[in-house]
């Protein structure tokens, strides 16, 4: 919410692709890991929310520098686009 509310469209594959795919199926949960690749590759920045750092998180972080995709934190795009906003 509060990326939208900065003007940023939130993707999250976590969230929005277990509606669509059974990721307890092996073959769809390669799909799944495909299409989180996919729609990361096509993002400009990844947020990571939250504090917990797991594998999941360190592997997307990976392929964003893959990719040349930013990374940031949540605190950290808000509070860049809070000090964008006091110009």
């Not at 808000?78 to 006091?86: A, Q, Y």
């Amino acid at each position: 919410m509060k990326l939208y509310e900065a003007g940023y469209t939130p993707i999250c594959p976590l969230l929005s692709l277990p509606e669509v795919i059974d990721v307890s199926n092996a073959d769809e949960y390669k799909d799944y890991l495909d299409m989180s690749e996919d729609m990361l590759r096509r993002s400009r920045i990844l947020v990571v929310c939250g504090a917990a750092v797991n594998e999941t998180v360190l592997t997307d972080i990976a392929i964003a520098n893959r990719f040349h995709v930013a990374s940031s934190t949540m605190r950290g795009v808000l509070g860049v686009d809070k000090s964008r906003k006091e110009e």
